[in-house]
């Protein structure tokens, strides 16, 4: 016990926070297992009941397996406790209990804690991390009680119970349902429009949550609140607009539904594909076009500190926003006067690198692995849908082998804790001291 204590405490904060998630895995794929979390009343396929599990602590929402159907309450609940821990993070909750148990949190602790929120100092983090549950819980039962009412009519009792199920899978941005989709709610503006502020907010981050909450008027907001609120409505709009404009004419999508309604539905697909993964229409039916420019949406994903994965807004700002400053032959960037740090700019580039690299690599295992021999813009749809933590799937999902599922599993769990921490795990962070002689060498 003092070795294992020993070796968890020489452990880079990076790996700290990936082998939390293994042990959540590990915990939720047990559980899963048991006959009595399966309909059927038989323990569990190994491979499945992991590839669920990693689902849904990463808050994917890819199933192998009909969540509904295939699960029973039991079950169900595992998966919501999955989803909740993995959405709101583990050193969250885990603050919450210590708060709770009047513990002491010590320095390591608070690192630990502004690490797996992806901040950069760790002021107030304890008043933040308590900000996170209570806002987080009073929203998911605030939006659980109108769904649960919205659903009752048609459900009956277990509309109540579906409506705050929902309402946590759609907050964490996991993707998960028990309805086999929403394609019977692509005409229900009320339950769509809860599903759509649930998911935004989750989406947003933490802090922007707590900057809007805690100061009053634009002036007031950080420059990080500021970047997240204006490049989510630009890409909810530039999604919502391309959708609309690229399946409208599309019978199997949104072509049979009048203009009202093509749009709502174009506006929940463009929301939902930023890391929820619920859908309205049927995905493996949309076109090329609309499939590619889904890839993208997916691989941008939520904010930083929010439940959702993807490479995060902040970063592809900060990436274009380099590169026009190249183009315009600019030192710095700045938004609404101030320069971000060089440091910012390598990190998001390298994120950017990383997360692509990645793509590239979990495409060519799974068209290698594949023996089905699935479409590529399928192959590359699911791999992005991982990356991203989205879990929209085009239906191919329970079709992959063994090999293929493993490479699925490890990229939801690199698209949960961050390429970047998924790396950092696995290097000691040391600081060179030493500075080499400079020499050109040509690019571009």
Known sequence: MKSLLNTISNMNRSMLIGMSFVVLIAVGTLLLLLPWARTDGQWGNLLDTLFTATSASCVTGLAVLDTGKDFTLFGQLVLIFLIQIGGLGIMTITTLLAVGLKKQINIRQRLLIQESLNMEDNSGIIRLTLQIVKYSLLLELGFGTLLA??????????????????????????????????????????????????????????????????????????????????????????????????????????????????????LFQSVSLRTAGFNTIDIASCGNATLFFMMSLMFIGASPTSTGGGIKTTTITVVAASAYALLRNRKDIVFFGRRVDASLVHKSNSVFLLALMWVVVATFLLLVLDDKG??????????????????????????????????????MFIGRIGILTFSMSFLNKKVDKLRYPTENILVG
């Open 149 to 266: 009412y919205l659903f009752y009519d048609d459900f009956g009792a277990k509309g109540i119970y579906w409506g705050y199920w929902h309402a946590v899978s759609a907050f964490c941005n996991a993707g998960f349902d028990l309805m086999g989709g929403f394609t019977a709610l692509q005409t229900n503006v009320a339950a769509n429009l809860c599903f759509i502020v649930l998911i935004v907010v989750g989406g947003l981050g933490f802090t922007v949550i707590g900057d809007l909450l805690n100061k009053h008027g634009w002036r007031s907001y950080t420059l990080h609140t500021k970047l997240v609120l204006i490049a989510n409505a630009v890409i909810f709009l530039a999604g919502t607009v391309c959708i609309f404009l690229l399946e409208k004419g599309n019978a199997a999508t949104l072509g049979t539904l009048n203009s009202g309604q093509q749009m709502l539905g174009a």
């Open 374 to 411: 699935q479409p590529f813009q399928f192959v590359l749809f699911e791999v992005f849908s991982a990356m991203g933590t989205v879990g929209m799937g085009v239906g191919i999902t329970p079709e992959w082998n063994a090999y293929c599922k493993l490479v699925l599993i490890i990229t």
